[in-house]
């Protein structure tokens, strides 16, 4: 799949994929490195951590607010409650994403991944998205697993040729989909419509949640159409990685016998 030049996702050789201490994450921040999140520890302040905030914002950083055992686990190095994690992608706007695909004369088939945290999952899942010809994966900021290097390596480079959006709020990614014509499907074990029923040939995108909890009620509310993947026997629900290359593979057949 062609990337667009927008910017280029780097290389990484090493599992080094930390930033510790105030300055290093300062530092790290104005050079232009690229941050997946920082980790502060919740009681911290003084000028430089009000600095690391503001850096944070400018640059859409997510912030969390952790106990210092959580940042001692991370590293030995001196933290002084501050933790970087670099990310392993690029992360992209959405509209600009959209406006790409439309430009090339696709028909958008795009995921959003709703509290979706295994790393192996969105690996697997990236390796289904390029396979099967999906454009685009929209990630909230907080919420979801990080896009570090094991990410990468887990989903066999696909993370480095499928576009990732990373949104503030899934809600808003939700109405810039449909104002530009985007249809939205949620994935439900109980929903009435199979996934056969569903037409993947106009643009759409499908919004996975986790195992456990599925896709937020707020979420379900707001698409156009929830569907189930039909399955024989009693057993609950397939893994999300599975669930999702079925549905994927599901859009590229209908898009492909449409030709």
């Not at 280029?8 to 941050?35: D, H, T, W």
């Not at 003084?46 to 859409?60: H, M, P, S, W």
Request: hydrophobic fraction near 40%; charged fraction near 20%; aromatic fraction near 6%.
């Amino acid at each position: 799949m062609e990337k667009p030049s927008f910017k280029k996702s780097p290389s990484f050789q090493s599992k080094k994929n930390i930033v510790a201490g105030r300055n290093p994450v300062i530092e790290a921040l104005k050079s232009g490195q690229l941050i997946d999140k920082i980790l502060l520890f919740k009681n911290a302040g003084g000028d430089i951590i009000n600095e690391i905030r503001g850096l944070a914002k400018q640059y859409n950083v997510p912030l969390q607010y952790v106990p210092n055992e959580k940042l001692n686990s991370l590293t030995n190095i001196q933290h002084q409650g501050v933790v970087a994690f670099k990310s392993a992608v690029v992360y992209q706007d959405l509209q600009q994403v959209i406006d790409w695909v439309n430009s090339k004369g696709e028909t958008p088939l795009f995921l959003m991944l709703d509290g979706v945290t295994d790393v192996r999952n969105i690996g697997a899942i990236a390796r289904s998205a390029v396979c099967c010809g999906a454009q685009a994966i929209i990630i909230p900021d907080k919420g979801v697993g990080a896009l570090n290097e094991d990410a990468v390596k887990s989903s066999a480079g696909a993370l480095e040729l499928v576009q990732v959006c990373r949104v503030n709020s899934l809600l808003k990614a939700l109405d810039t989909l449909h104002l530009n014509g985007i249809r939205v499907y949620t994935s439900e074990m109980k929903a009435e419509q199979k996934l056969y029923e569903i037409s993947f040939i106009e643009p759409c995108c499908v919004v996975m949640g986790n195992e456990e909890k599925g896709v937020q009620s707020y979420m379900t509310k707001s698409a156009d159409a929830k569907f189930a993947i039909p399955m024989k026997g009693d057993f609950d629900s397939l893994n999300v990685s599975v669930a999702t290359g079925i549905i994927l593979y599901e859009a590229m057949k209908q898009r492909i016998l449409r030709l």
